[in-house]
T-cell receptor, first 115, second 114 residues
Framework: AQKITQTQPGMFVQEKEAVTLDCTYD???????LFWYKQPSSGEMIFLIY??????QNATEGRYSLNFQKARKSANLVISASQLGDSAMYFC????????????FGGGTRLMVKP | GAGVSQSPRYKVAKRGQDVALRCDPI?????LFWYQQALGQGPEFLTY????????KSGLPSDRFFAERPEGSVSTLKIQRTQQEDSAVYLC????????????FGSGTRLTVV
């Protein structure tokens, strides 16, 4: 079984500052992928970043980076230079090779960017 | 189309009514997933298709839920005899290949059972 835990229900960040959203996971699958999605109020899930369990380097995509610590089973999302448009729900998710192709999601973190 | 399209965008159903939710994935995408997202929670897996084959339906909460994808493109999620606990956003996602990580989600259908 796979489990994703996001311990921060809500967070505030000042515009232009960096913020870290926490994600820990549990799986017995030797090969897995970790995802972060943004869900604005419109409801659509927007893909942000992906990290494979065997990737040697932490993933980066523009202002998004993933702080992957395999031994600690954590995959925190770092957003640099926050913008007002970053205000949304953020979900961490994983997919395991053995568990099939579905994504298992965490409960989400609501990020609010203050001007 | 350019993205995953879901319809209707909103649906209000009276308790006991049957509903059908449609998902039109990106053309050529092999895999299609349905998720249920309760208010304030993360999406939960319902079922998965590879082309027209339903390979996993372990997340369907009861036998009132039924999904199909007869021609390997458009999919329909049907809920019979709706109950209040079925109120949620139903999300559809598709991927180009079986092992791809490029999941594209639709905007969802918000179902409210009154």
């Amino acid at each position: 079984a796979q489990k994703i835990t996001q311990t921060q229900p809500g967070m505030f960040v000042q515009e232009k500052e960096a913020v870290t959203l926490d994600c820990t996971y549990d799986t017995s699958d030797p090969s897995y992928g970790l995802f972060w999605y943004k869900q604005p109020s419109s409801g659509e899930m927007i893909f942000l970043i992906y990290q494979g369990s065997y990737d040697q380097q932490n993933a980066t995509e523009g202002r998004y980076s993933l702080n992957f610590q395999k031994a600690r089973k954590s995959a925190n999302l770092v957003i640099s230079a926050s913008q007002l448009g970053d205000s949304a729900m953020y979900f961490c998710a994983m997919r395991g090779v053995r568990a099939g192709n579905m994504l298992t999601f965490g409960g989400g973190t609501r990020l609010m960017v203050k001007p | 189309g350019a993205g995953v399209s879901q319809s209707p965008r909103y649906k209000v159903a009276k308790r006991g009514q049957d509903v059908a939710l449609r998902c039109d994935p990106i053309s050529g995408h092999v895999s299609l997933f349905w998720y249920q997202q309760a208010l304030g929670q993360g999406p939960e897996f319902l079922t998965y298709f590879q082309n027209e084959a339903q390979l996993d339906k372990s997340g369907l909460p009861s036998d009132r839920f039924f999904a199909e994808r007869p021609e390997g493109s458009v999919s329909t999620l049907k809920i019979q005899r709706t109950q209040q606990e079925d109120s949620a956003v139903y999300l559809c996602a598709s991927t180009r290949s079986v092992q791809g990580y490029g999941y594209t989600f639709g905007s969802g259908t918000r179902l409210t059972v009154v």
